[in-house]
């Protein structure tokens, strides 16, 4: 179904799940190109893009969202024709793209004025909006970093590498979405896409600004993460060792005393046997050499 709203002479058409019919309609009235209109059926998510027409221009961008459980990111991907008197939403369009076409209708209903006159001021609120939801997002990916690092010395190492590898999964994600999409948004900024307004450039450049941030700060995390996970496998393999060398040393001690034990547990002629006092000269022995290997190790600071 195709809903519409009216801001003076533009027009925003907004499009939930299309149907065969919806995209007739499109084809036969706004004369888009047939493989735009099969990107739009495509229920797969397409390679970021734009593509520049005569009369319009057709884009795909992506742009994260958190699952239900608000655990791993998702890509959800925005569709938009973008004509001289129109902005045309389609497809499984990012919620926020709905969300604001539901307060724009409410708006309009309440007979508010808007400061959107032409099609690419509307295009860049739309942007905006996106890119201001995903420095939330951004922020999120930032404080579950800094989260990591708080656990890295808890006593929890399962609780701890599960949850950094949710947040490198996550920041593997939001990097595969903003590299291929950084010289998209160049384009608007340099000029290469015209649009249909004149003094866009600044508003551009502001989008522009808005991606590089959110770039350079998911680099920035990716660093960060792949440093706590090294830093994470050191305090594990560190916590391996001191356990394994303590382990080794109390083996050590006990390896003399299983002998004298097994010696003397055995059926033969052995000294001392007969006398009384050999149970406490055996176990003053051992103690003897407990006492002597442990001041030995102290002495070479293996303990």
Same mark, same amino acid.
């Given at each position: 179904?195709?809903?519409?709203?009216?801001?003076?002479?533009?027009?925003?058409?907004?499009?939930?799940?299309?149907?065969?019919?919806?995209?007739? /309609?499109?084809?036969?009235?706004?004369?888009?190109?047939?493989?735009?209109?099969?990107?739009?059926?495509?229920?797969?998510?397409?390679?970021?893009?734009?593509?520049?027409?005569?009369?319009? %221009?057709?884009?795909?961008?992506?742009?994260?969202?958190?699952?239900?459980?608000?655990?791993?990111?998702?890509?959800?991907?925005?569709?938009?024709?973008?004509?001289?008197?129109?902005?045309?939403?389609?497809?499984?369009?990012?919620?926020?793209?709905?969300?604001?076409?539901?307060?724009?209708?409410?708006?309009?209903?309440?007979?508010?004025?808007?400061?959107?006159?032409?099609?690419?001021?509307?295009? /860049?609120?739309?942007?905006? +909006?996106?890119?201001?939801?995903? =420095?939330?997002?951004?922020? *999120?990916?930032?404080?579950?970093?800094?989260?990591?690092?708080?656990?890295?010395?808890?006593?929890?190492?399962?609780?701890?590498?599960?949850?950094?590898?949710?947040?490198? *999964?996550?920041?593997?994600?939001?990097?595969?979405?903003?590299?291929?999409?950084?010289?998209?948004?160049?384009?608007?900024?340099?000029?290469?896409? *015209?649009?249909?307004?004149?003094?866009?450039?600044? /508003?551009?450049?502001?989008?522009?600004?808005?991606?590089?941030? =959110? %770039?350079?700060?998911?680099?920035? %995390?990716?660093?960060?993460?792949?440093?706590?996970?090294?830093?994470?496998?050191?305090?594990?393999?560190? +916590?391996?060792?001191?356990?394994?060398?303590?382990?080794?040393?109390?083996?050590?001690?006990?390896?003399?005393?299983?002998?004298?034990?097994?010696?003397?547990?055995?059926?033969?002629?052995?000294?001392?046997?007969?006398?009384?006092?050999?149970?406490?000269?055996?176990?003053?022995?051992?103690?003897?050499?407990?006492?002597?290997? /442990?001041?030995?190790?102290?002495? *070479?600071?293996?303990?």
């Amino acid at each position: 179904m195709i809903d519409t709203i009216k801001i003076g002479t533009l027009r925003w058409h907004h499009i939930l799940n299309p149907s065969d019919e919806d995209l007739e /309609y499109l084809r036969d009235n706004f004369h888009f190109h047939p493989l735009d209109i099969e990107d739009c059926k495509s229920v797969y998510n397409q390679r970021p893009k734009i593509d520049e027409y005569d009369d319009y %221009y057709f884009l795909i961008l992506h742009f994260p969202n958190f699952d239900k459980q608000n655990r791993f990111l998702k890509t959800k991907e925005v569709k938009i024709f973008w004509g001289e008197d129109y902005v045309i939403t389609i497809g499984k369009s990012h919620w926020v793209v709905a969300e604001m076409f539901r307060e724009a209708k409410s708006r309009l209903e309440s007979k508010e004025e808007f400061d959107i006159g032409t099609s690419d001021r509307l295009l /860049y609120r739309i942007l905006e +909006r996106l890119m201001q939801e995903t =420095m939330l997002i951004l922020k *999120k990916i930032g404080d579950d970093v800094e989260s990591n690092n708080r656990d890295l010395f808890s006593k929890r190492p399962v609780r701890t590498i599960e949850k950094i590898t949710a947040t490198r *999964k996550n920041i593997i994600l939001l990097n595969t979405i903003f590299k291929p999409q950084l010289p998209l948004f160049a384009r608007f900024e340099s000029g290469a896409i *015209k649009g249909f307004a004149e003094n866009m450039e600044d /508003y551009w450049g502001n989008i522009l600004d808005y991606y590089k941030n =959110m %770039y350079d700060q998911t680099e920035d %995390y990716a660093e960060l993460i792949q440093g706590l996970a090294m830093t994470f496998d050191s305090l594990q393999a560190n +916590r391996t060792n001191e356990i394994m060398k303590i382990l080794t040393l109390v083996s050590s001690i006990l390896l003399p005393l299983t002998f004298i034990t097994g010696l003397y547990g055995m059926n033969i002629n052995l000294p001392l046997q007969n006398d009384p006092r050999s149970f406490y000269l055996v176990i003053g022995a051992m103690v003897v050499i407990v006492l002597f290997m /442990y001041g030995f190790f102290k002495t *070479k600071k293996w303990l």
